[in-house]
Structures are given as structure tokens and as C-alpha cells.
């Protein structure tokens, strides 16, 4: 089972929250879309707990490091191998050159 | 994030590509049977169907039988496509579908637990293992750029066929949480819930792989 990361549950102007909470509110802390007093209480959480810190650093360069992967446009000769499968199967006849 | 969405193909009629209202047209002769009008389609879209294809499947051979059966889909199922989504829209959810299905049927060569890769915490809420380390530079330092995208790259191939469509659409293609929910007819936070777990077993796989705790 998939627990749900969006647990933002109301919080008094002194709420604390746990290291454990601040993990599962990463996602809509970093797309802004935690409420204002959970975002309160989250900023709060990060200032004065350096292992929650460097928890996000490493979550965000996680994410960096997933978006730079780069890949390869389709080699031409598989793309011409499938315009030929496409002709064959759709028309019957390979495609002109 | 930056969102690099599947509709930005359209609105570009720089580098030769056809603009919305071709694309329409060129749609609406596939759909009466014009073969050429299909090629077109085709040549516009073959390479980001491709990039897509193989990001969720890992490797050329595979990605091929994908490509094929994703085209031929198009030339059988053109015309359900209404236009209410754009056409790109479209062809992402069918190619998500189709390589999606490819890797629920391939087997797992092992299975890796998810949760040795989780962050782990005591029952008051802390972080299991203290102080947690903040190894991001290292990454950069440690690594080089082929051997770290080797890692996450091994990394989703180790995840549930599921996630890895989500976090390849979501951190590799730029798809919003919507869209992904669409095409995958999952909830925005069954979507959320998936990306966020995944993130953190890459995190957990890096983190390992430099030698600290995934907690």
C-alpha cells in the first residue's frame, strides 16, 4: 500500500511536527502546496533541526540528478525499420524510398 | 519543476514542426484513411515517442516492438481521438499504456524490497540514524555524470512498473501530477503518494551507493 504524502493536518500557531511528518510533507512543501500553517510549521521544523536540512538537500539533488539523465534521439536505421514494419502491416507493401 | 509539458509540441512552428491547426488537419486525413498524412504523424512525433518508450523500458530492442505497437495503435485508434485533449496529450497516455503493459508482463529478475531503501524512523517521529548526512555535493564530487546516471537509471529499473511511469513522467518528462493521474487513472494523491516513494528509494539507492544510510 501507498501511503498518501499529503497527511497536512491542521496545526496551532505552536504545533511541532516530527522529523517523520516533515519527510512525508517534502513533496508539497517543494510544489508550494501546503497550507499556510503547515508551511509555518515546517519552515520552523528546518530551522532548528539540521538532520530534517540536510534530509531535503539530498531529496532535492535526488530530483536534480533524475531530471539531468538525457537520452538519445531513435537511431535512423531503427526508425526506418519501424516505418517499414508500419508499411507492411498497415499498406501490405514497403514504403518508397 | 520545471514542466515541460506534452502540449508544447504544438505551439512550435520553429525547426519545421506543423502547428496546431496542420496537425488538425493532418489528424482528420489519417483518420479518412491517407497513409501520408499517418507518415507525417509519424515523422513529427516518432523521436519523443521513442525518448518516452525507452525511458520506461531501458533498452533499444524492446523499445522498438514499443514504438511499433504504439504507431499502429494510432493508425487503428485515430479515430476515438476526439481533439479534446491535444494529440500529444493522446499519444503520451498510449505510450505510457503500451510500455506499461510491456513491463507488467516482463518478469522481475529480483526483487528488491522498496522499503531497505526507505527512510526509517523511532517511534517519537526522529530520523532513525543521526545525525542524517547531506551527501548531495558528493554526488557531484564522487560521481561522475555517466556513473551517476547509471545509478538512478539501475535505480528505476528496480522500481514497481507504477512508479516508474510516474516518476519518469513526472521528473524525466516534466508531466504534471493531473496528467499522469489521467493516463494512469490514478487519483492526483495516489499519483503524489507513488512519485514522493520513489524519490525517496532513489534517494536511498544514491545515498547507499556513497556509502551512508538511505534513513
Redesign the interface.
Known amino acids: 500500500m ?5 497527511t497536512q493536518r491542521p496545526h496551532s500557531k505552536n504545533a511541532k511536527i ?4 516533515i ?2 510533507l ?3 512543501y517543494l ?1 508550494r502546496e501546503l497550507n499556510a500553517e503547515t508551511a509555518l510549521a515546517f519552515k520552523a521544523h528546518l530551522r532548528k533541526c ?6 531535503l ?7 536534480q ?11 535512423l536505421e ?2 526506418k ?3 517499414q ?3 507492411e ?3 501490405g507493401s514497403p ?1 518508397n524510398r | ?2 514542466q515541460r509539458g506534452s502540449t508544447e509540441v504544438l505551439h512550435s512552428t520553429a525547426k519545421g514542426q506543423t502547428s496546431y491547426d496542420e496537425e488538425r488537419v493532418l489528424i482528420q486525413r489519417v483518420k479518412a484513411g491517407d ?1 501520408e498524412a ?2 507525417a504523424i ?1 515523422r513529427q512525433h ?2 519523443r515517442v ?2 518516452q518508450a ?2 520506461l523500458i531501458g533498452n ?1 530492442a524492446e523499445t ?1 516492438e514499443v ?2 505497437e504504439v ?2 495503435a494510432v ?1 487503428q485508434k485515430v479515430k476515438t481521438f476526439r481533439g479534446e485533449s491535444a494529440f500529444s496529450t493522446w499519444l503520451y497516455r498510449l505510450t505510457t499504456n503500451v510500455a506499461l503493459s510491456r513491463l507488467r508482463k516482463r518478469k522481475r529478475s529480483k526483487e528488491v524490497l522498496l522499503d531497505d531503501y526507505l ?1 526509517r ?1 523511532h517511534e ?4 532513525e540514524v ?7 555535493n558528493e ?1 557531484d564530487v564522487r560521481l561522475e ?1 555517466q556513473e ?2 547509471r545509478l ?2 539501475e535505480a ?1 529499473e528496480e522500481l514497481p512498473p507504477v512508479d516508474k511511469a510516474v ?1 519518469v513522467s513526472s ?2 518528462e516534466g508531466i504534471s501530477n493531473r496528467e499522469i493521474g489521467e493516463s494512469l487513472a490514478l487519483s492526483i ?2 499519483v ?6 520513489a ?2 528509494f ?2 536511498g539507492k ?2 547507499v551507493s556513497l556509502g551512508y544510510s538511505p534513513s
Open positions: 501507498v501511503r498518501h504524502t499529503s516530527t522529523c517523520q511528518q519527510t512525508a517534502i513533496l508539497d510544489t539540521p538532520d530534517c536540512i540536510a534530509f538537500s539530498t531529496y532535492q539533488k535526488t530530483v540528478a533524475a531530471h539531468s539523465l538525457r537520452y538519445e534521439s531513435i537511431p531503427m526508425r525499420r519501424v516505418r514494419f508500419l508499411q502491416k498497415i499498406k514504403p | 519543476m520545471g497513409y499517418f507518415e509519424f516518432v523521436s521513442y525518448r525507452f525511458k533499444e522498438e514504438v511499433q504507431f499502429l493508425h527512510p524512523f517519537d517521529g526522529h530520523h543521526r545525525p542524517v548526512f547531506n551527501w548531495g554526488l555524470k551517476l546516471h538512478i537509471r528505476l516518476i521528473d524525466l494523491p495516489a503524489k503518494a507513488r512519485l514522493h516513494r524519490r525517496l532513489l534517494r544514491l545515498a
